[in-house]
């Protein structure tokens, strides 16, 4: 046998070798993502929702009447919020303390993020989906949410306050809003 071809054979078992250990590798990974998606139940924060962003503030849910804070029937808080170029709205929404709420986002222009100061509230916001976050504030007062991805020349003034009342004075008006304004 010539060297060249001890060489080529060995070279050939060292690839098949990488090849083993780096299929070994992707389902390991593979299995780690089903168990923990599976077993554990941890999925991506969000949901997958679409929504027109040509339209979204046409019809529906996140007409301007429709924004901000709302208590349904059932008690259930929700906050819709728009993210434009650049700011919220609205800029400021009411959240009770100690009470599961939804928060939901959507973006008629390009990719926003927002972040809750002081709690693990992070998502981002993308054209064409509804981004979701179920959470509970603990502590009262104002939290700032900042969009937390770039988006153009007005990213570091998009700015939002999140203002968690006490659950005694989340008082819902007729329409079951709670707004920063008027003052309660
Ligand atoms: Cu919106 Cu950065």
């Known amino acids: 046998m010539t060297q060249a071809h001890s060489d080529g054979r060995d070279a050939l078992r ?23 998606g599976v077993v554990l139940g941890i999925n991506p924060p969000s949901n997958i929702e679409h929504i027109d962003p040509k339209t979204l503030h046409l019809s529906a849910e996140f007409t301007e009447s429709n924004l901000g804070t709302r208590v349904d029937a059932n008690g259930q808080v929700t906050v819709r919020v728009v993210t434009t170029q650049f700011s919220f709205i609205p800029s400021c929404m009411v959240v009770p303390a100690g009470q599961p709420v939804t928060l939901r986002f959507a973006s008629p222009d390009v990719i926003h993020g927002i972040l809750v100061t002081g709690t693990n509230v992070n998502t981002m916001v993308v054209p064409g989906y509804v981004a979701q976050v179920h959470t509970e504030f603990t502590e009262t007062g104002d939290l700032l949410m900042p969009c937390q991805e770039y988006c153009g020349i007005g990213h570091s003034q ?14 819902p008006d007729a329409q079951g809003k709670v707004s920063c304004e008027p003052l309660r």
């Open 14 to 36: 060292a690839e098949l070798r990488w090849a083993a250990i780096v299929g070994a590798a992707v389902a390991l990974i593979v299995v780690a993502v089903v168990f923990a």
């Open 158 to 171: 998009m700015i939002a306050t999140v203002r968690v009342v006490p659950a005694a004075d989340f008082i």
